[in-house]
T-cell receptor, first 116, second 116 residues
Framework: DVKVTQSSRYLVKRTGEKVFLECVQD?????MFWYRQDPGLGLRLIYF???????EKGDIPEGYSVSREKKERFSLILESASTNQTSMYLC???????????????FGPGTRLTVL | AQKITQTQPGMFVQEKEAVTLDCTYD???????LFWYKQPSSGEMIFLIY??????QNATEGRYSLNFQKARKSANLVISASQLGDSAMYFC?????????????FGTGTSLTVIP
């Protein structure tokens, strides 16, 4: 089974802190994604990566950066956490579309981040 | 314009009845994939069903079926014989094209409550 793990289920940080959210997948997927989920807004894409050291901005990249030094690991970084970044953060991975047609995303369990 | 629209924030259904969750999408790409995910209160995202844009028949997976109406750009999820465990948030998603680096788009979700 595909497994996507996230470093923390719950995290509490203070305004201005630098925050690292880690995501690891074990299925050799090329693509990895970071979303934030807020009530009434669904999932909004922050950043995604389709290869090591490659990254693409999603719909709401402001205030975030990412790092993908190894294929299995995709990190989301909040350079200076703010209260409006309090949210559920979901990581996902998917294979390259050329490998399988119904290439759904596999999600991690999520990290609920609270910024005080 | 929204890529994925889910117009039902909340739905109720009696146990053992069928329920339809609406989803419309917007794309000019002839190649795309449509996905439905379930998110229980535990927060995990569970893949339910997939429909490719060139598929001639509606997708089915057990009690789930996808009512795909291409001309109307709709991809409604039908759950037959509802069970209490079906109570959850349901998200419709789309991936445009089959190229590396294509992102997924998610709707805002529908909260389904199954009444005993």
């Amino acid at each position: 089974d595909v497994k996507v793990t996230q470093s923390s289920r719950y995290l509490v940080k203070r305004t201005g802190e630098k925050v690292f959210l880690e995501c690891v997948q074990d299925m050799d997927h090329e693509n990895m994604f970071w979303y934030r989920q807020d009530p009434g807004l669904g999932l909004r894409l922050i950043y995604f990566s389709y290869d090591v050291k490659m990254k693409e901005k999603g719909d709401i990249p402001e205030g975030y950066s990412v790092s993908r030094e190894k294929k299995e690991r995709f990190s989301l970084i909040l350079e200076s956490a703010s209260t409006n970044q309090t949210s559920m953060y979901l990581c996902a991975s998917s294979p390259d579309p050329g490998t399988t047609r119904d290439n759904e995303q596999f999600f991690g369990p999520g990290t609920r981040l609270t910024v005080l | 314009a929204q890529k994925i629209t889910q117009t039902q924030p909340g739905m109720f259904v009696q146990e053992k009845e069928a329920v339809t969750l609406d989803c419309t999408y917007d794309t000019s790409d002839p190649s795309y994939g449509l996905f439905w995910y379930k998110q229980p209160s535990s927060g995990e995202m569970i893949f339910l069903i997939y429909q490719g844009s060139y598929d001639q028949q509606n997708a089915t997976e057990g009690r789930y079926s996808l009512n795909f109406q291409k001309a109307r750009k709709s991809a409604n999820l039908v759950i037959s014989a509802s069970q209490l465990g079906d109570s959850a948030m349901y998200f419709c998603a789309m991936r445009e094209g089959w190229n590396t680096g294509n992102q997924f788009y998610f709707g805002t979700g529908t909260s389904l409550t199954v009444i005993p």
